[in-house]
């Protein structure tokens, strides 16, 4: 089955950069978006279209697709950008979808 | 307020049945095709089925397809998940989610709290 592969944890010290990625052949077809999720909250999107921010999302949240690897990068990270974050994409259709299994951020 | 308010959610037993609702309210409800995704305890995102806005077509997560059924109400604006053969790896918070489009689908804009369903004997 088609499946997104994302780093299990990652780490970044405050106000610095970080790169968390997403690999998976149906990235090579279809657009990749990116959600974050905090302890007791439900998900919220931070990227669509591989690369655009929803409004109200702060632009230090930036996201590229290239082949079949989808990156997210937190340019100066904020306490406040600990979470979950999952990538996600169609999945051999038009009409099914599939997720990442998730990479915690830890803001140091 | 855009908002989408899971309900149905609840304990129930293996081979059991059960049916998730989802009211929608604060946008044009069939402008947007919408999904269920869920989230075991502990556990990452699972994308569980979408429907585009006029139901035409309809997609299921393999562990799901054959059991789980989803449908909607355009003119009351409601989503639903009907739920057959509950397994115990069902366990998890449910989500109604709004795509940003009506039909392909695309991003998932818009989340609902969740609703809790236990399968436990």
């Known amino acids: 089955s088609s499946e997104l592969t994302q780093d299990p944890a990652v780490s970044v010290a405050l106000g610095q950069a970080v790169r968390i990625t997403c690999q998976g052949d149906?990235?090579?077809?279809?657009?990749a978006s990116w959600y974050q999720q905090k302890p007791g909250q439900a998900p919220i999107l931070i990227i669509y279209?591989?690369?655009n921010r929803p409004s109200g999302i702060p632009d230090r949240f930036s996201g590229s697709n290239s082949g079949n690897t989808a990156s997210l990068t937190i340019t100066g990270a904020r306490t406040e950008d600990e979470a979950d974050y999952y990538c996600?994409?169609?999945?051999?259709?038009?009409?099914?979808?599939?997720f990442g299994g998730g990479t915690k951020l830890t803001v140091l | 307020e855009v908002q989408l308010v899971e309900s149905g959610g609840g304990l129930v037993q293996p081979g059991r049945s059960l049916r998730l609702s989802c009211t929608a309210s604060?946008?044009?409800?069939?402008?947007?095709?919408m999904h269920w995704v869920r989230q075991r305890p502990g556990k990452g995102l699972e994308w569980v089925s979408g429907?585009?806005?006029?139901?035409?077509?309809?997609g299921y997560a393999d562990s799901v397809k054959g059991r789980f059924t989803i449908s909607r109400d355009n003119a009351k604006n409601l989503l639903y998940l009907q739920m057959n053969s509950l397994r115990h790896e069902d366990t998890a918070l449910y989500y109604c989610?709004?795509?940003?489009?009506?039909?392909?689908?695309?991003?998932?804009?818009?989340w609902g709290q969740g609703t809790t369903v236990t399968v436990s004997s």
């Open positions: 996600g994409s169609r999945d051999r259709s038009d009409y099914r979808v599939v």
């Open positions: 149906s990235l090579r077809n279809y657009y």
């Open positions: 429907i585009t806005w006029k139901s035409d077509n309809i």
């Open positions: 604060g946008f044009t409800f069939d402008d947007h095709a």
């Open positions: 989610v709004r795509d940003r489009n009506y039909g392909v689908f695309y991003d998932m804009d818009v």
């Open positions: 279209g591989n690369n």
